[in-house]
């Protein structure tokens, strides 16, 4: 995710596991959480998708469409070359998986995973990136991929606020209406002018752990113009949450002064002014004016 836009667009275990011969061909030891050791047999892959899961994890399934939050590596294999292609661990965050947009192999491989799973899976070229690859990861043309994932947490598009709801109070400030699971909440913004500060109001109070600066949390959020209450964009209708670095300049200034410090499962309404947002020259693509004052309500479903 960029700076430039707010908008979403890949529990330790003191155990280790191993896996050798049938099944994906491949031999993965080490603890969860820790980088994995992978060691390839001799020569090319099988051409066929194969999933293991070494560690079972407990919690909620990954179901196709969800967002699953992983620590990972990931090779190409062929029959010339078995090679490190990619890695939380050397990027420093886990990566983010939505499982209805990634690569088929790898959203095949994910369903059925929990927190706390370690699942390594082959993935062939007509799973992948097929025989023309893909340079912007890395694949040559025809590569067969072998992924190793650590699952730290899944969350469903139905995902949303856990705690006490908190009285809407105060002139001036947007109503957050009531929302099925899963749908866009309805906000009615007051007439009056916007304000000129940030403004950050805790709808729901959750009980988790507080959001820290650096952390990746994944969340459910919307985004609205103050000038006519109308959606500009949301992770409901992208149809799973987002998963985004908070505190560090990555997101904009409003999510990053008004976020930090909250507690995951809280339900947070923000509003932005242009100088905490995209500025003067706002965000065509989305309609956003350098004038525009934005709402976003933002729901808090974990942090890693």
Known sequence: MSAAVVLAVPLVFASSCSLFGGGVGVSVGGEFGKVPEVEFPDGGPDDSLAVETLEEGDGVEARKGD????????????????????????EGEPGVFPTGTVVPGLAEALVG?????????????????????DTRHRVGPGDTLVYVLDVRGVYGKSAGPEGKAQPQKGAGVPKVGDAAAGQVPVVTMPKAAAPAKLRAVTLVQGEGPEVKGGQLVALQYAGYFWRNGRVFNSSWGAGHPAAMTIGTGEVLKGWDEGLVGRRVGSRVLLVVPPSLGYGEKGLSQYGIR??????FVVDLLGVH
């Open 113 to 133: 995973s929990r927190p706390g799973s370690r699942v390594v899976a082959r993935i062939p070229p007509e799973k992948a990136f097929g025989e023309k690859g």
């Open 67 to 90: 967002l699953v939050v992983a620590d990972y590596v990931g090779y190409r294999w062929n029959d010339d070359e078995r090679k490190l292609v990619a890695s939380s661990y050397a």
């Open 290 to 295: 350098g004038d525009d004052t934005l709402v």
